[in-house]
């Protein structure tokens, strides 16, 4: 997917670079993996009502949108970058341990969307060292990448064993202490310079190339992050859900396991499904599925049905984000890739941010049944996407080239 090729006369990388490049994507998804299935636990167990739990997890997603290109392009101008990656740790530790002596909605709010803001610059800068990394080095990104999956699915395992222990309780200790994690890694991150390339979250900031700017790449971007952004509800209440219908921590945390590693096996395999499927069945299979597993999902399935259920995950996220990014690949040039990827982070991270808000209206009207609202988000953006399949240029075009040779 990413290519691994070497330029010659960089001289050798810095000592176990894939180790250290490894590392840094453990303590990063070692946070997101107590704070995504588990923090909206601790904030219902300050009896905050479903309304103001999709505020405090929505409001810093647009604050994400707005601080993480403003530190990128700090990261990208200062001699080295992991200079902000120590200082996003700095302070994304001293905020966590405010945050304990905040109880209400006004002070949650405020601190974690401060926390948000430091920390959202983190595990993008990591993904750019490790970019360079391949670019100058030929390291392998994907088995870089693949062990803070598995720090995730680890950290929601034991999470989830923690949480039916003690209760909500556990959340912010086990928040910080993965935040402390960050900044010590952050230490021993390697040193490479100045980047030869900006990252994709700096280009936010600068207006889109020509070529991004064409009605049927913006049509399936638009589309894809629209089914991306329905997994909202899932991400801010299925583990309140679960635990309401008297799932042990243990369970909930398997069932959050279920997709992240279902959605790694999908992109080990992500090769081999290229060479024999096209970019567009990609996209469309994972675009229909989502429509799917939303409606599914508010029926009485039962752990084992909401287990299957969660590892379509590999197909409603990563099998849709490879077709993605290869369409990518063959419509936007080498050199405007950074504003590609880019524009991609910001309609992830604005539709996501509306439609988290949004969910906290659904379920506290709907309950479960709001989850029918995230399968209308993601027909909408099958939709958008079908627009672009039928806009795109080697379909209208007269050299009778057709998309299934993409």
């Known amino acids: ?81 992991t200079i902000v990656l120590i200082w996003s740790g700095c302070l994304s530790l001293a905020l966590a341990f405010v945050l304990f002596f905040a109880k209400d909605f006004w002070p949650v709010l405020v601190i974690y969307a401060l926390q948000s803001a430091a920390y959202s610059p983190y595990l993008p800068i990591v993904e750019a060292l490790a970019l360079s990394g391949v670019r100058r080095w030929g390291f392998d990104y994907a088995l870089m990448r693949v ?8 950290a ?23 935040f402390g994690l ?16 900006p990252s994709p979250i700096t280009a936010i900031t600068e207006p889109p190339p020509q ?24 991400f801010a209440f299925s583990a309140i859900y679960w635990q309401q219908i008297g799932y042990s921590g243990t369970q909930i945390g398997a069932l959050w396991s279920a997709g992240v590693a279902a959605e790694v096996l999908m992109f080990f395999f992500a090769k081999a499904i290229v060479r024999r499927f096209s970019v567009w069945t990609m996209i469309f299979s994972g ?16 752990f084992s049905g909401y287990f299957v259920l969660q590892c379509l995950h590999a197909f409603t996220y990563a099998i849709m984000h490879t077709g993605m990014q290869h369409k990518l690949v063959e419509r936007v040039a080498e050199e405007q890739e950074a504003s590609a990827q880019g524009l991609y982070f910001f309609y992830t991270g604005i539709f996501t941010a509306i439609f988290t808000l949004l969910s906290g209206y659904f379920y506290a009207w709907f309950g479960v049944a709001g989850f029918y609202s995230m399968s209308v988000v993601a027909l909408t953006g099958c939709c958008f996407a079908f627009a672009g399949w039928y806009l795109q240029p080697h379909r209208l075009g007269s050299g009778g080239k057709t998309s299934e040779a993409s």
């Open 1 to 81: 997917m990413i290519p691994a090729s070497a330029p010659p006369l960089l001289g050798p990388p810095p000592r176990h670079f894939a180790l250290r490049i490894a590392l840094l994507f453990c303590a990063p998804l070692i946070v997101n993996g107590f704070a995504m299935p588990y923090f909206p636990v601790w904030l219902s167990s300050l009896s905050m009502s479903d309304f103001e739990i999709g505020v405090v997890l929505a409001f810093p997603l647009f604050i994400r949108v707005i601080t993480a290109p403003l530190a990128g392009v700090l990261a990208d101008r200062l001699g080295e970058r």
């Open 147 to 154: 062990w803070g999956s598995i720090a995730f699915i680890g």
């Open 156 to 178: 929601t395992m034991l999470g989830g064993w923690m949480i039916g222990l003690i209760g909500g309780a556990m959340v912010l200790p086990a928040m910080a202490a993965g």
């Open 182 to 197: 960050t900044v010590v890694i952050a230490c021993a991150a390697p040193r490479i310079g100045r980047p030869r390339r």
């Open 211 to 234: 070529s991004l700017r064409q009605p049927d790449l913006q049509l399936l971007l638009i589309g894809v992050t629209l089914v991306n952004s329905s997994h909202a509800m899932l």
């Open 287 to 302: 675009c229909l599925l989502a429509v799917v597993r939303w409606l599914i999902f508010p029926m009485d399935l039962g």
